[in-house]
């Protein structure tokens, strides 16, 4: 009974990743240029230290007037406020939602709710800024023009389903809270991580790929990534095969589907699971006992967060994924 509680819960926070990070019709398309130092006001790099009043394009092509540098920010999903945290900027943060959980400070800021946030509560805060995102911007339009309606400007950064399109709202994120070269310097560090793991990963020969199966929530509800997502685009990076590659963004799987892909690796972001428990939720299947991966003890877990959030810690993510999946070649 407990187990069959906590996989419904896995499956609901499996859901509201889905619906605020990367279920979205609009999603934002990354663009043919991603340099540390692009910006998004019209497409035109911002200049170093750029001051204030300045007018920003957002993802949604409105034109927001900053009068002058923000001191009270309210973010509305947890990629936002973990960039603007890794901006150094975490100080002005006065308000964030429910399910924002890093870094653990972020606890200590009040809440204005979950997707659904509380209009009053954020009126309350007096913020300066509100940082939304694109994911969820159609189904709180009433309570964004609220915002917009009492004078607080509010910033939609894009839905970014792939990496360069993270470091375009990264520099959206730092152009808006006056943060542009702490911007510049996350993204050019990412950029070096993304770099090294990719000049690993030419190490990898054709024949010594392996086949992967990401299960981001567990039996009964069997999820995997496709394309579309970070977890796909990474496995693809380090010259690794996602056996659901042909499928698009976070798709349910019969146990018979995916026992079908025979996958060398199986790795698990369950929330709330350690690596044990996940190696017990696979290993405890009936149907899954030839299965190479099991065969060969090849179950492992990461921190779902890292890689499935479009903000500063991705480069992190995949490097842990890289390490469980090919030790020999990336592990220290």
Same mark, same amino acid.
């Not at 923000?70 to 006065?94: F, H, M, N």
């Not at 509800?221 to 796909?232: A, D, K, N, R, V």
């Given at each position: 009974?407990? =187990?069959?509680?906590?996989?419904?819960?896995?499956?609901?926070?499996?859901?509201?990743?889905?619906?605020?990070?990367?279920?979205?019709?609009?999603?934002?398309?990354? *663009?043919?240029?991603?340099?540390?130092?692009?910006?998004?006001?019209?497409?035109e790099p911002a200049e170093e230290g750029e001051s204030f009043p300045k007018t920003?394009t957002d993802a949604l092509d409105n034109e927001v007037t900053l009068e002058a540098?923000?001191?009270?920010?309210?973010?509305?999903?947890?990629?936002?406020?973990?960039?603007?945290?890794?901006?150094?900027?975490?100080?002005?943060? #006065? +308000?964030?939602? @429910?399910?924002?959980?890093?870094?653990?400070?972020?606890?200590? #800021?009040?809440?204005?709710?979950?997707?659904?946030?509380?209009?009053?509560?954020?009126?309350?805060? /007096? *913020?300066?800024?509100?940082?939304?995102?694109?994911?969820?911007?159609?189904?709180?339009?009433? +309570?964004?023009?609220?915002?917009?309606?009492?004078?607080?400007?509010?910033? &939609?950064?894009?839905?970014?389903?792939?990496?360069?399109?993270?470091?375009?709202?990264?520099?959206?994120?730092?152009?808006?809270?006056?943060?542009?070269?702490?911007?510049?310097?996350?993204?050019?560090?990412?950029?070096?991580?993304?770099?090294?793991?990719?000049?690993?990963?030419?190490?990898?020969?054709?024949?010594?790929?392996?086949?992967?199966? &990401?299960?981001?929530?567990?039996?009964?509800?069997?999820?995997?990534?496709?394309?579309?997502?970070?977890?796909?685009?990474?496995?693809?990076?380090?010259?690794?095969?996602? #056996?659901?590659?042909?499928?698009?963004?976070? &798709?349910?799987?019969?146990?018979?589907?995916?026992?079908?892909?025979?996958?060398?690796?199986?790795?698990?972001?369950?929330?709330?699971?350690?690596? @044990? @428990?996940?190696?017990?939720?696979?290993?405890?299947?009936?149907?899954?006992?030839?299965? *190479?991966?099991?065969?060969?003890?090849r179950i492992y877990h990461v921190e779902p967060d890292p890689v499935a959030r479009?903000?500063? =810690?991705?480069?992190?993510?995949?490097? /842990?994924?890289?390490?469980?999946?090919?030790?020999? #070649?990336?592990?220290?």
């Amino acid at each position: 009974m407990m =187990r069959l509680k906590m996989q419904a819960l896995i499956l609901a926070m499996l859901l509201a990743v889905i619906l605020t990070a990367c279920g979205s019709n609009t999603t934002e398309e990354a *663009p043919a240029n991603t340099d540390a130092e692009q910006a998004t006001n019209e497409g035109e790099p911002a200049e170093e230290g750029e001051s204030f009043p300045k007018t920003i394009t957002d993802a949604l092509d409105n034109e927001v007037t900053l009068e002058a540098e923000p001191e009270r920010i309210v973010t509305l999903i947890p990629s936002i406020t973990e960039t603007v945290y890794a901006l150094d900027q975490g100080d002005k943060v #006065v +308000g964030r939602t @429910d399910h924002d959980n890093y870094p653990a400070e972020v606890e200590e #800021v009040e809440s204005i709710g979950g997707m659904d946030f509380d209009v009053e509560k954020i009126l309350s805060l /007096e *913020p300066d800024l509100v940082l939304a995102h694109q994911s969820g911007a159609h189904n709180s339009e009433e +309570g964004l023009n609220q915002l917009r309606n009492a004078d607080i400007p509010v910033i &939609v950064v894009h839905d970014a389903t792939e990496i360069d399109a993270v470091y375009r709202s990264i520099a959206l994120i730092g152009e808006a809270i006056g943060a542009e070269a702490e911007a510049e310097e996350v993204v050019q560090g990412m950029q070096e991580r993304f770099a090294a793991l990719e000049e690993k990963a030419s190490e990898i020969s054709e024949d010594d790929r392996v086949n992967v199966w &990401v299960e981001v929530s567990p039996a009964p509800s069997i999820y995997t990534t496709g394309q579309g997502t970070f977890l796909h685009e990474i496995l693809t990076l380090i010259n690794a095969n996602n #056996v659901a590659g042909d499928v698009e963004g976070w &798709v349910q799987f019969s146990e018979e589907e995916a026992v079908a892909l025979q996958p060398d690796v199986i790795v698990t972001t369950y929330h709330g699971y350690t690596q @044990d @428990d996940s190696a017990q939720e696979i290993n405890e299947r009936t149907a899954w006992q030839d299965v *190479p991966a099991v065969v060969n003890d090849r179950i492992y877990h990461v921190e779902p967060d890292p890689v499935a959030r479009s903000g500063p =810690r991705l480069a992190e993510g995949a490097e /842990e994924l890289a390490k469980v999946i090919y030790p020999e #070649v990336f592990a220290e």
